[in-house]
Structures are given as structure tokens and as C-alpha cells.
């Protein structure tokens, strides 16, 4: 079985930063692209940023220049750095991996965690 876990969301004022970190846990085989979405109240999820195992990103607009997604493959984790944060950046924000197990490497499994609040307000 395979899991992700995020972690660093909270509240912060506009303007501020947080980086939320996801971590990648059990019988993994490879991990290809891995990807941070979010979905705000009412809204439908939107991706945020992906980085593939080269490295190669993906940023949506809203956010780029502001955000920042980087991965450490030896770990499994993917990180997104957030930095000037604004009241419109409120969402859950969820971990996604695209990957394969040891038990199948053959099969391609998307994968997503349960997600972390981030909240922007003063």
C-alpha cells in the first residue's frame, strides 16, 4: 500500500509564506510526476503546480513567480515553497503522484493524500 502524506498548511496573514511538504510512503517502485492541486469552497480542484522526475515544472498562472515546487527523489517528498501568499490562496491543497509499486512495476497508480488547509487571511 502506498501513501501520501502533507504537512506545513496553516494560517497566515497576506504576504506571508508557508511551504508544505508531501511525503511519499510504502512499496514504491518509481515515482514519475508528482503534483500539488488545490480546491477552495465552492470551486472545483485546480491544479497548482507539477514537477516530473527530471525536474521539469509546471506552474499555473495564478502563481507563478510566487510559488515554488521542488522534490527530493531520494526521500519520495515533494515540497511547494508559497510566498506571498494572498486571501485567494485559501484551499485544501492535495498531494498527487503518478507511480508504480514493487508489487506491479508495470502498472501506472495515481495517487493522492488527504490534503492540508491553508488559510490566508489577516
Known amino acids: 500500500q502506498v501513501q501520501l502524506v502533507e504537512s506545513g498548511g496553516g494560517l497566515v496573514q497576506p504576504g506571508g509564506s508557508l511551504r508544505l511538504s508531501c511525503a511519499a510512503s510504502?512499496?514504491?517502485?518509481?515515482?514519475?510526476?508528482m503534483g500539488w492541486y488545490r480546491q477552495a469552497p465552492g470551486k472545483e480542484r485546480e491544479l497548482v503546480a507539477s514537477?516530473?522526475?527530471?525536474?521539469?515544472?509546471n506552474y499555473a498562472d495564478s502563481v507563478k513567480g510566487r510559488f515554488t515546487i521542488s522534490r527530493d527523489n531520494a526521500k519520495n517528498t515533494v515540497y511547494l515553497q508559497m510566498n506571498s501568499l494572498k486571501a485567494e490562496d485559501t484551499a485544501v491543497y492535495l498531494c498527487?503522484?503518478?507511480?508504480?509499486?514493487?508489487?506491479?512495476?508495470?502498472?501506472?497508480?495515481?495517487?493522492w493524500g488527504q490534503g492540508t488547509l491553508v488559510t490566508v487571511s489577516s
Open positions: 510504502g512499496s514504491i517502485f518509481s515515482i514519475h510526476a
Open positions: 498527487n503522484a503518478g507511480l508504480t509499486t514493487w508489487s506491479n512495476p508495470a502498472r501506472y497508480l495515481e495517487v
Open positions: 514537477i516530473t522526475s527530471g525536474g521539469s515544472t
